[in-house]
């Protein structure tokens, strides 16, 4: 029973909460999924963490809609970027936190993983913070409702380029990843659908504040062919051609399986069987998730510990397993970087790979670092490469080395509670059938009792924690 619980708080949040184990344990089976998907009911609240006078000149004057026109000089464009800069800094720990403590998790998650198929890279606090909302609100709703917001925000189009998709010069980005990346995937279309969906979407645009508008002089309305069908279209046609396909539900299926269930092991009958669910039900995706989670095959132990954890899902999860207070919340930022997943800042149009990707020599080291962190109120000075995007703006100077130790005090004291019954000689074993998810693994004993303090049992059960934390296998959920 803990094993599959387990496993479903991790596919469907970031990990079970020390802090509410106890709540878990009075629930039967049967109401733990109805439990999660009423956590996550609520429309989201808007994560407004724009400064006011920058949020003012957004709304209003449009400024930074202006960086590419006379109206600032150059100074004024560098104090705004900054501006922006910081307020995307906040906007990423704000939404951290929602990651950790909401209990709304299978709203955050799903939002998380939207956050990477949509993938959006843009320094405008106001498009993010708009474009965060979109997904959040809709994370668990309708994909075409979704795929149609996100395609109409001012972050996406401004992204890839469609504010200069205009008649007799088409810009082809945006038709060409609303196909490859959000819908179809690639090798689903030809080069002809994406000209003529490109012709589509001209004219789709944005105001200064970042609400949609679509620019009827800019718009070709000659007919054009997509897909088999012909017709004067607009981008809302080509948005409802793409969700008539059915290659559409089996695209987003197959990814969201290798996000939620296995990265590797992907039957494709059981694929086609739930994309035809997603289809029929007109792409609810609550109702694919239900598919889901509902199923026997959910729990089959190789589905159990088969992911390994984004450096998000890691971070999240720790801070999750052991209540903390961070001493300095922006070291989160430069740790994300190290790891190698700053939200907010993709890699590329097509996300986060994922899988795999997430380890090699130098993250497996710090991944195995970072739980000792949680003894002795220890530092970790995070280190990386310079990258003015992704260190937003944090300068190696003697202040902002400061800003890259990250420091930890973590509450022992729910984690005392639970384990302060068991006997020295089982708490191994006891502590790591809740850190690990892996079925039937057997921890090194001999190899962790060298290095957890067996003179105290409150020291006992600390150093466990860490040590079962600090190994390959915690990597894994």
């Given at each position: 029973m803990q094993a599959k619980l387990q496993h479903l708080l991790w596919r469907t949040g970031f990990g079970p909460a020390t802090t509410e184990r106890k709540q878990w344990e009075k629930l039967s089976e049967a109401a733990w999924w109805p439990t999660i998907k009423k956590a996550s009911a609520k429309v989201p609240e808007y994560l407004d963490v724009a400064d006011n006078a920058v949020t003012g000149?957004?709304?209003?004057?449009?400024?930074?809609?202006?960086?590419?026109?006379?109206?600032?000089?150059?100074?004024?464009?560098?104090?705004?970027?900054?501006?922006?800069?910081?307020?995307?800094?906040?906007?990423?720990?704000?939404?951290?936190?929602?990651?950790?403590?909401?209990?709304?998790?299978?709203?955050?998650?799903?939002?998380?993983?939207?956050?990477?198929?949509?993938?959006?890279?843009?320094?405008?606090?106001?498009?993010?913070?708009?474009?965060?909302?979109?997904?959040?609100?809709?994370?668990?709703?309708?994909?075409?409702?979704?795929?149609?917001?996100?395609?109409?925000?001012?972050?996406?189009?401004?992204?890839?380029?469609?504010?200069?998709?205009?008649?007799?010069?088409?810009?082809?980005?945006?038709?060409?990843?609303?196909?490859?990346?959000?819908?179809?995937?690639?090798?689903?279309?030809?080069?002809?659908?994406?000209?003529?969906?490109?012709?589509?979407?001209?004219?789709?645009?944005?105001?200064?504040?970042?609400?949609?508008?679509?620019?009827?002089?800019?718009?070709?309305?000659?007919?054009?062919?997509?897909?088999?069908?012909?017709?004067?279209?607009?981008?809302?046609?080509?948005?409802?051609?793409?969700?008539?396909?059915?290659?559409?539900?089996?695209?987003?299926?197959?990814?969201?399986?290798?996000?939620?269930?296995?990265?590797?092991?992907?039957?494709?009958?059981r694929i086609d069987q739930l994309a035809d669910v997603f289809f029929r039900s007109k792409y609810d995706i609550m109702g694919l998730l239900d598919a889901i989670f509902t199923s026997d095959w959910f729990y089959e132990p190789a589905n159990m510990?088969?992911?390994?954890?984004?450096?998000?899902?890691?971070?999240?999860?720790?801070?999750?397993?052991?209540?903390?207070q961070v001493g300095n919340p922006e070291s989160q930022l430069l740790l994300q970087k190290a790891l190698g997943q700053v939200l907010f800042y993709p890699p590329n149009v097509a996300g986060w790979p994922g899988g795999r990707q997430w380890i090699d020599s130098s993250s497996l080291m710090l991944r195995l670092r970072i739980p000792q962190l949680l003894l002795d109120s220890a530092e970790l000075d995070v280190r990386t490469k310079s990258d003015d995007d992704t260190d937003m703006g944090m300068r190696d100077d003697a202040l902002e080395r400061r800003r890259r130790r990250l420091k930890l005090t973590p509450d022992w004291k729910p984690l005392l509670d639970e384990f302060r019954s068991t006997e020295s000689d089982e708490l191994i074993p006891a502590v790591a059938r809740m850190l690990w998810q892996i079925p039937n693994a057997s921890p090194p004993r001999g190899v962790l009792e060298r290095y957890t303090n067996r003179s105290d049992h409150d020291d006992q059960i600390k150093t466990t924690m860490v040590q079962l934390m600090a190994t390959p296998e915690y990597q894994l959920c």
């Open positions: 000149l957004l709304q209003g004057a449009g400024a930074i809609g202006k960086m590419q026109s006379d109206t600032l000089d150059k100074e004024q464009k560098k104090k705004l970027r900054q501006a922006s800069k910081d307020g995307i800094k906040n906007l990423n720990l704000r939404w951290l936190e929602e990651m950790v403590h909401s209990e709304a998790q299978l709203r955050e998650k799903m939002a998380f993983f939207w956050h990477g198929h949509f993938a959006s890279l843009n320094i405008n606090i106001l498009y993010q913070q708009q474009m965060l909302q979109v997904i959040r609100k809709n994370a668990l709703g309708n994909f075409g409702t979704l795929l149609r917001e996100v395609s109409k925000s001012a972050a996406m189009l401004a992204f890839l380029n469609n504010q200069q998709n205009k008649k007799k010069h088409p810009n082809e980005n945006f038709a060409r990843e609303v196909m490859e990346l959000f819908t179809l995937g690639r090798g689903n279309y030809s080069e002809y659908d994406v000209k003529e969906a490109a012709r589509a979407f001209t004219g789709w645009g944005f105001e200064l504040n970042g609400d949609f508008v679509f620019r009827r002089q800019f718009h070709d309305d000659d007919p054009k062919m997509l897909l088999g069908k012909t017709g004067n279209f607009e981008g809302d046609a080509v948005l409802d051609i793409l969700l008539e396909q059915p290659q559409t539900a089996r695209f987003i299926t197959r990814k969201l399986y290798r996000f939620l269930i296995n990265e590797e092991q992907l039957p494709e009958a510990g088969a992911k390994i954890k984004s450096p998000i899902e890691l971070w999240a999860g720790i801070r999750r397993a052991v209540p903390m």
